[in-house]
């Protein structure tokens, strides 16, 4: 088969995937509150994170922190973030079986993230990262507990079927390990807690994951 066959192929098999998930009424429901919820989570994080921008002054020592330098890797930082969303939103538009389960599982992921950083009101590490003005609109200086950049990528690995976007997300779950402590972009804390909360997240969406894959029926009430 040619590279022209195989696209074929290839296109179909979403198109297939797709119509499977429009035709059927609870998968459809499934996937649009999904994305919803996920949105509205991520409306919720900017709000929570403006918020404890405003209250939250002191910062504190770092046993971490205190031995690294600090590397200017704004560029890594920041668009890492975009990185993660884009690709994931990418390959669940391609592959979109988990796409639903997925929106809520990162949907629970934001939702805990912004109960814990309005818990505790921490100013961000005194060497931390300059925020350039072009990109404060996004980020924020105080959400410290727990990392997105980290937990996020981590979270998605646990839970995706596929076996080399799961290794990817690894790898680039532990990269960002590396570039958030270089910029001083977070406490050690927040970095290295990330990996049993996304673990504690991805135990609890897995014991509901059934319910977005059962023997649906086609026109399903």
């Known amino acids: 088969m040619n590279d022209k066959g195989y ?4 296109t179909n098999s979403i198109k297939q995937e797709w119509k499977s998930i429009i035709s059927v009424k609870k998968r459809c429901w499934l996937l649009l509150s999904g994305i919803l919820v996920l949105i509205s989570s991520l409306f919720l994080n900017y709000f929570v994170s403006t918020w404890v921008d405003s209250v939250s002054k002191t910062a504190v020592g770092d046993l971490f922190l ?3 330098p600090v590397f200017e890797l704004n560029f890594l930082f920041f ?3 975009f990185f993660f ?3 994931t939103t990418v390959f669940l538009l391609v592959n979109p079986k988990q796409l639903s389960f997925i929106c809520w599982s990162l949907s629970l992921f934001v939702l805990i993230r912004c109960f814990f950083i309005s818990l505790t009101h921490l100013g961000p590490p005194e060497s931390a990262i300059h925020i350039p003005e072009s990109l404060s609109w996004f980020n924020f ?3 410290m507990f727990f990392s997105g950049h980290v937990g996020g990528p981590f979270l998605v690995a646990l839970i995706i079927e596929s076996r080399p976007i799961k290794y990817l997300m690894i790898v680039y779950s ?3 390990v590396v570039v958030v402590l270089m910029a001083h972009g977070h406490y050690s804390i927040d970095v290295f807690a990330s990996f049993f909360i996304a673990h504690s997240i991805s135990v609890m969406v897995k014991k509901w ?3 977005f894959y059962p023997p ?3 026109n399903e009430e």
């Open 7 to 10: 696209s074929l192929v290839f």
């Open 141 to 143: 200086s105080a959400d």
């Open 66 to 68: 205190d031995l690294i």
């Open 216 to 218: 649906f029926k086609v």
């Open 79 to 81: 668009w890492a973030v």
């Open 174 to 176: 532990m990269c960002m």
């Open 209 to 211: 994951e059934y319910v």
């Open 85 to 87: 969303w884009i690709s």
